[in-house]
């Protein structure tokens, strides 16, 4: 069977999402794996997933809840990090968060199912500032923007939108 990894962020409603698929990928025979903050261990580990840390946590001060969403998009040491953290889980499948834009835009060797948990419509519009935020902080820095959210989310093998 195969070995599915998601990647994932501690953002609350994706995350039941992210683990329901898990869990049920894993009731069919299949090895799953969740990349995600420390926060998340215990949830994902609870529900019989293997877990690696990767990720940022969020912050306790609502107020920091701005800069912390600009880091879940567009995270440099994440990205860094993502390489290493694959060689060792060594998946056959990756299922990313469509927040994630750093892990979007990774380059990767196996194939790529973008995961979003609500209606694509209406998330389209709420999530861009979020990455247009991300992309003025890196200009900043000098580094090349992220794609837009629609570009993005279809530019791999697969967008599963898991709505209702």
């Known amino acids: 069977m195969a070995h599915f990894t998601f990647i994932t962020w501690d953002g609350g409603g994706n995350v039941s999402v992210a683990l329901g698929i898990g869990v049920e990928l894993l009731g069919r025979g299949h090895q799953v ?34 800069a912390y969403l600009v880091e879940i998009v567009g995270s440099t040491s994440l990205s860094a990090q993502l390489p290493t953290a694959l060689a060792e889980i060594q998946p056959d499948v990756l299922v990313i968060d469509c927040n994630l834009s750093w892990a979007l835009e990774a380059r990767t060797f196996v194939p790529v199912a973008v995961l979003v948990r609500t209606a694509l419509g209406l998330y389209l519009p709420v999530w861009q500032p979020v990455i247009d935020a991300a992309n003025e902080h890196r200009h900043a820095v000098g ?20 709505s209702l």
Request: hydrophobic share 45%; net charge neutral.
């Open 33 to 66: 794996s969740v990349l995600g903050p420390e926060s998340l261990r215990p949830s994902i580990t609870d529900a019989g997933l293997g877990f690696k840390a990767l990720g940022v946590s969020p912050p306790t001060d609502p107020v920091a809840r701005s």
């Open 143 to 162: 580094l090349p923007p992220f794609s837009a959210a629609d570009t993005a989310w279809g530019s791999r093998q697969a967008l599963l939108v898991a």
